[in-house]
T-cell receptor, first 113, second 114 residues
């Protein structure tokens, strides 16, 4: 049973470009969470999605950031017009149910030049 | 009020010693307190978790101590091993917003010397 798969592992973008981060949850998991980790800081909640629905996006910046989890395919975190401050590790996590164990992927390290 | 404060920032322990990491919170609505272990280049992995209806939980060499009145909880690693060298994060969440919407501490980098 493969774990939570994130790709790419590393993504380099220039300021103003778009970044697309992908997350395939564990098999049988329909709940996906995105967290962001800045250097020397803990993880910060961004968004919680179930299939085709955004449940809680209270941690996601209102502008330039969006997330989706379509019926088929991976969850996507999209950052438009990236700025240097977007440089961080972005972690996806999945769970089978709301109160069940959360499994994290290995993250995507985004670097904005 | 949503913060979880973690200390120390880094910790060096000799092999066989006890590693202790502390966390404090303000929001009394928090009712789930997990600890995560993260190795370089990997995502965090759940180590052990506690609910506020108990004061201590032990799993192998790992123990969480919870003090509800002081709003503090700590992780104790007994007989620390070099393989325990990692970054440890405490976290907290509440049932009414979802247990997996976690507020993380800033992490403790543990180094266990051989």
């Amino acid at each position: 049973n493969a774990g939570v798969m994130q790709n790419p592992r590393h993504l380099v973008r220039r300021r103003g470009q778009e970044a697309r981060l992908r997350c395939s949850p564990m098999k049988g998991h329909s709940h996906v969470y995105w967290y962001r980790q800045l250097p020397e800081e803990g993880l910060k909640f961004m968004v919680y999605l179930q299939k085709e629905n955004i449940i809680d996006e209270s941690g996601m910046p209102k502008e330039r950031f969006s997330a989706e989890f379509p019926k088929e395919g991976p969850s996507i975190l999209r950052i438009q017009q990236v700025v240097r401050g977007d440089s961080a590790a972005y972690f996806c996590a999945s769970t089978r149910g709301v109160d069940e164990k959360l499994f994290f992927g290995s993250g995507t390290q985004l670097s904005v030049l | 009020q949503q913060q979880v404060k973690q200390s120390p920032q880094s910790l060096i322990v000799q092999k066989g010693g006890i590693s202790i990491i502390n966390c404090a919170y303000e929001n009394t609505a928090f009712d789930y307190f997990p600890w995560y272990q993260q190795f370089p280049g990997k995502g965090p992995a759940l180590l052990i978790a506690i609910r506020p209806d108990v004061s201590e939980k032990k799993e192998g060499r790992f123990t969480i101590s919870f003090n509800k009145s002081a709003k503090q909880f700590s992780l104790h690693i007994m007989d620390s091993q070099p393989g325990d060298s990692a970054t440890y994060f405490c976290a907290a969440s509440m049932k009414n917003t979802g247990f997996q919407k976690l507020v993380f501490g800033t992490g403790t980098r543990l180094l266990v010397s051989p």
